[in-house]
């Protein structure tokens, strides 16, 4: 791994006290940050030299929530029928599917801008094999459910303790074959899916598990009216209040969406020191959540790994939400410089603040001396950000992900000047939607009568 020096950029820290560098500079060596400031001299000639005039830096992008769902594109949108067609179809992919469709996904994250993500996933081995070769920091959790999903598409719950027996020793053996694995790269979670979805044993044998090995655990949490009514007819309890009387509720843990709690919840959730996943809910109080001092990062969760675009979402969502029920910003709307979640909230929300829910606060999440060297620069130098007087509210609002020039993990260069370099990123988009292509034809071969429906509904299928 060589080292790499910045110079002349301008460079946003993100750290605890929002330093920002306008022309400054940043040393890199052996995938740590060495020095970040004003004026930094390399020691010797370094091997890449990043020249800023028109970049900006900051820390990689931290996705606290997501699962791989992407390559369904077109039919979930235009069929939507979850139970009847997306989770069947899920079923469909194969573990050796995961080597291409699992490269198509880090070519999403690392184009993006995501130097972390947290990934949830039914079968996440050939996944993990992809990061590998793609050089990404991940958490990874391999899901924890145990009802019939055939059966809950008609309302019914039934529980399979070997089907939960059966994910548990697959999260197991993801745990032994990853965690720690290139050089600390890889971390892994405990992910019971959600309170009606895995019962009280398994989520008691998930925490005992992460205890014994120093572990996370997360789930969704109160994310559907559905999972709260069921959670109350077999518990007479919402589902914070049900994982706080399992003793799971507390700051090892991570609850995604959060969407249905109660005031009662939240308070109970703030207490506890949970963090909280917020993907894109405008029902969400993400603002309200900041302001109790609940720990916060932001998710892309199923069919879109792009964090600009979902900084976006959740400033129109949140405000869209502040007006509606009369809140914050609907108060404050003669004065932009108050409107919440700010530009630069947002940021670190993504960043830093993202980092510390997953527990890697210590590690990544800012540019500071000592940290792993995890960070994106950006081509400023483009009609939609440039001219600006503040480059990074430019970049919440006006950014894409084709403008990050370079991409960063642990000093390694995995974008460079704008294209992927640590795999070639078009052959495996060609390879992904080739076995996209072959899933979908072995779900017809067992659904004949979905064809036609598909072809009504999907109108540039073949
Ligand atoms: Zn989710």
Not at 19 to 30: H, L
Not at 34 to 55: L, M, N
Not at 312 to 338: I, K, P, S, Y
Request: glycine residues 12%.
């Amino acid at each position: 791994m060589g080292d790499i020096l910045i110079r002349d950029a301008f460079i946003a820290t993100m750290d605890g006290s929002r330093r920002v560098y306008p022309r400054g500079s940043m040393y890199v060596d052996d995938g740590r940050i060495v020095e970040v400031g004003r004026e930094v001299e390399a020691p010797w000639s370094p091997e890449y030299v990043i020249d800023g005039g028109h970049r900006l830096v900051l820390p990689g992008f931290v996705n606290v929530h997501s699962h791989l769902q992407q390559y369904f594109r077109g039919v979930y949108e235009l069929i939507g029928d979850f139970y009847g067609v997306n989770l069947p179809l899920e079923g469909y992919r194969r573990p050796e599917d995961m080597e291409w469709l699992g490269l198509a996904s880090c070519a999403e994250f690392i184009y993006g801008g995501c130097t972390t993500s947290m990934v949830i996933y039914t079968y996440p081995d050939g996944f993990a094999s992809a990061v590998e070769e793609a050089g990404l920091r991940v958490v990874l959790g391999a899901d924890i459910e145990e009802v019939d999903l055939e059966r809950l598409r008609k309302g019914v719950y039934e529980y399979l303790p070997e089907k939960g027996e059966a994910a548990f020793k697959r999260a197991v053996k993801l745990h032994r074959d990853w965690h720690g694995r290139g050089g600390g790269l890889f971390t892994t979670v405990m992910a019971p899916k959600a309170a009606d979805l895995a019962m009280p044993e398994t989520y008691l044998k998930c925490s005992e598990f992460a205890g014994e090995h120093g572990l996370r655990m997360t789930t969704h949490l109160s994310q559907s009216w559905r999972e709260c009514q069921q959670v109350e007819r077999l518990y007479g309890k919402t589902p914070p209040r049900h994982l706080h009387d399992l003793s799971v509720l507390d700051d090892r843990l991570t609850g995604a969406h959060c969407t249905y709690a109660t005031e009662a919840d939240t308070r109970l959730i703030a207490e506890s020191g949970m963090g909280i996943l917020h993907c894109r809910g405008v029902r969400n109080p993400l603002v309200r959540w900041l302001d109790m001092g609940i720990p916060v990062g932001l998710g892309t969760d199923d069919y879109f790994h792009d964090v600009l675009q979902l900084l976006r979402e959740n400033l129109a969502g949140q405000r869209a939400r502040a007006r509606a029920v009369g809140g914050a910003f609907g108060m404050l709307l003669g004065d932009r410089t108050r409107a919440r979640p700010g530009f630069y909230e947002l940021l670190e929300l993504a960043t830093r603040r993202g980092a510390e829910v997953l527990g890697l606060g210590g590690e990544v999440g800012s540019l500071e001396p000592g940290k792993r060297a995890d960070f994106i620069t950006v081509d400023m130098l483009n009609p939609f950000l440039t001219p600006t007087k503040d480059p990074l509210t430019s970049l919440v609002l006006y950014g894409s992900s084709g403008d990050i020039s370079d991409v960063v993990v642990d000093g390694r260069l995995l974008k460079k000047d704008g294209s992927l370099v640590s795999f070639k990123m078009a052959e495996a988009l060609v390879r992904a939607q080739g076995r996209v292509e072959e899933i979908i034809g072995r779900f017809f071969e067992d659904h004949p009568g979905q064809g036609e429906r598909w072809r009504r509904m999907v109108p540039y299928m073949e």
